[in-house]
């Protein structure tokens, strides 16, 4: 009787045992679905490598850091992300802020320097950009370039800059000029540049203008500028690129970031893409990936064109502060959106 009830007890833990491996290779062969509005090309390289090492397959739904987030909050426990991957940390705060993460591994938070994460860790760093001011030299003598990102408020510079105060990007850099300064200098600083700047439709944009002649100088991430040297330079040969530094707002680093929604179907596997991404593997990928963004794992190395992020002397910025509802109330009350 002992033997039988032995055998029995042995078969229901086989048993309970396939079925959880059934209940695995499901979710594999179904796959993860993953909200991207990084880089396709950089996420496509993140997909493969992730996927030739686990085997677990993902689906990638592509669009806008707002255009997502804001999705995601609308389709709630409905919805049938996994993932959310964006370019900047605002749209992560807005989904954090509607309760529809689930806490990060520690394992995986502590792939990534505590710059780069939020303190409560329900979503974390996985990439970073830094602001900078393009300018075209025939334009602009270093001399003159501005020490401070507030010194485009200034009179002798109306006319002669230009931003996309349209997109996630710039609106991410206002983000931390909020955080910073307060609300009632961003305010005085956004109804300045509604007098001084020219806008444009994406920092591409802004770019060529800068490089045709067409404007002086504008304010963008400094990746644009690195990807297209590396493929033409076209649409970036007659311009330089700025930094600010000594913790200036126009110095702020943004991070992307990545979460794992909690009323996502497949736990483990999102929560191991997660791991992967900021993993050695995956932010090598980071170093010779033709994005030009920032690694941010810990001890990781970005791509060796970039100026190291160390000496970006950025300021210090929790990014789970960064308020993209209260940033798109000023900038409409600037009347720049």
């Known amino acids: 009787m002992k033997f039988r009830l032995s055998s029995l007890c042995s078969i229901a833990v086989i048993a309970s045992s396939l079925t959880f491996a059934a209940a695995a290779n499901a979710a594999d062969d179904q796959g993860i679905v993953i909200y991207n509005a990084q880089h396709e090309?950089?996420?496509?390289?993140?997909?493969?490598?992730?996927?030739?090492?686990?085997?677990?397959?993902?689906?990638?739904?592509?669009?806008?850091?707002?255009?997502?987030?804001?999705?995601?909050?609308?389709?709630?426990?409905?919805?049938?992300?996994?993932v959310?991957?964006?370019?900047?940390?605002?749209?992560?705060?807005?989904?954090?802020?509607?309760?529809?993460?689930?806490?990060?591994?520690?394992?995986?938070l502590a792939q990534v320097d505590a710059a780069y994460?939020?303190?409560?860790?329900?979503?974390?760093?996985?990439?970073?950009?830094?602001?900078?001011?393009?300018?075209?030299?025939?334009k602009i003598s270093e001399q003159q370039l501005p020490k401070s990102l507030l010194d485009l408020a200034q009179p002798e510079w109306k006319g002669r800059w230009a931003a996309s105060p349209s997109g996630a990007d710039f609106q991410a850099i206002v983000s931390a000029l909020l955080e910073l300064k307060g609300e009632k200098a961003?305010?005085?600083?956004?109804?300045?540049?509604?007098?001084?700047?020219?806008?444009?439709?994406?920092?591409?944009?802004?770019?060529?203008?800068?490089?045709?002649?067409?404007?002086?100088?504008?304010?963008?991430?400094?990746?644009?500028?690195?990807?297209?040297?590396?493929?033409?330079?076209?649409?970036?040969?007659?311009?330089?690129?700025?930094?600010f530094k000594h913790?200036?707002?126009?110095?702020?680093?943004?991070?992307?970031?990545?979460?794992?929604?909690?009323?996502?179907?497949h736990q483990q596997q999102a929560q191991a893409f997660m791991k992967w991404i900021t993993s050695k593997s995956g932010q090598e990928i980071?170093?010779?990936?033709?994005?030009?963004?920032?690694?941010?794992?810990?001890n990781a190395a970005s791509n060796p064109q970039l100026v190291?992020?160390?000496?970006?002397?950025?300021?210090?910025v929790e990014p789970s502060q960064l308020n993209s509802?209260?940033?798109?109330e000023l900038m409409t009350q600037a009347g720049l959106l």
């Open 41 to 82: 090309n950089l996420v496509n390289a993140w997909v493969a490598g992730f996927t030739k090492e686990t085997g677990i397959k993902v689906t990638l739904r592509n669009g806008g850091d707002s255009e997502l987030g804001n999705q995601l909050v609308q389709e709630g426990s409905a919805s049938p992300a996994d």
């Open 186 to 243: 961003t305010l005085e600083w956004l109804k300045a540049m509604k007098t001084n700047f020219t806008a444009y439709k994406g920092n591409s944009t802004v770019m060529k203008a800068v490089n045709a002649g067409q404007i002086d100088s504008g304010v963008i991430y400094h990746y644009y500028r690195f990807v297209d040297q590396a493929k033409t330079g076209e649409n970036s040969g007659n311009t330089r690129l700025h930094y």
């Open 247 to 265: 913790q200036d707002p126009g110095a702020f680093v943004s991070i992307s970031g990545g979460g794992v929604l909690a009323s996502g179907k």
């Open 286 to 298: 980071l170093r010779s990936n033709n994005a030009f963004e920032y690694a941010v794992g810990v």
């Open 308 to 316: 190291p992020l160390k000496d970006l002397q950025a300021p210090k």
């Open 84 to 108: 959310f991957l964006t370019e900047n940390s605002p749209a992560m705060v807005l989904v954090d802020n509607a309760k529809l993460f689930a806490p990060l591994d520690a394992a995986t």
């Open 117 to 138: 994460r939020p303190q409560h860790g329900r979503w974390i760093g996985i990439a970073a950009r830094s602001t900078v001011f393009v300018y075209n030299p025939q």
């Open 325 to 328: 509802k209260k940033v798109t």
